[in-house]
């Protein structure tokens, strides 16, 4: 799931805060916290670069599934026609002949089942390669973001995880997904990470 790798990769920056150094627990009222959270689900799913790749990454699957399915299609009916043959013993050139055949299918089957695989290898390669770059983007602009805002920890909000209660003014998704969308649509992507 990318929400849980970015869960666990979001960047913290502790260079120069300017926001108030909280001691003893204690902050004054006009005071806040140098933190910020991200909803991560609410970041992800609407995240123009993702929608994208996930519907290209949709349309090779469905034409590799396609592609599949017609060379099964194939194979099916050649294996037929074989099988109606062995039956009613109507090859020409007799057992040598029939063997010859069944030997000819096997490797059709074989070789069509290696394909399938291939292009499932390949899918869930260009798949792992999209997360990449997709979490790489985030964190390059999370990075971006905080240079200006200076927050201590940039912590990623998942339903469901142990955080029990934190102000909304710390919620900085939306910032951050405006951002994002604003590169994407520049073709700006911002593919790398930031340097350090």
Avoid: W
Avoid at 18 to 38: M, Q, R, T, W, Y
Avoid at 86 to 105: C, D, K, W
Avoid at 112 to 120: G, Y
Avoid at 173 to 183: G, S
Wanted: hydrophobic fraction near 40%; charged fraction near 20%.
């Amino acid at each position: 799931c990318v929400a849980a790798a970015l869960a666990g990769g979001l960047a913290s920056c502790t260079n120069g805060s300017s926001h108030a150094k909280v001691e003893g627990g204690n902050l004054a009222a006009d005071e806040s916290l140098p933190i910020a959270f991200i909803q991560a689900d609410s970041l992800i799913n609407n995240y123009q670069l993702r929608a994208d790749i996930f519907r290209d990454l949709s349309q090779q699957a469905a034409q590799a599934e396609e592609q599949v399915s017609r060379q099964m299609a194939s194979f099916q009916r050649e294996y037929q026609e074989f099988m109606q043959k062995v039956q009613t013993n109507s090859f020409i050139g007799g057992q040598s002949r029939m063997e010859s055949e069944q030997r000819r299918l096997q490797q059709k089957q074989a070789t069509i089942e290696q394909h399938a695989a291939q292009l499932q290898q390949d899918l869930a390669l260009l798949q792992n390669q999209a997360l990449e770059r997709i979490n790489d983007s985030i964190k390059a602009v999370i990075s971006d973001y905080n240079k200006e805002k200076n927050f201590e920890v940039i912590y990623s909000s998942v339903p469901n995880t142990t955080v029990f209660f934190v102000k909304e003014k710390y919620d900085i998704t939306k910032e951050v997904l405006d951002l994002l969308n604003k590169r994407y649509a520049n073709g700006a992507s911002s593919d790398a990470p930031a340097a350090e």
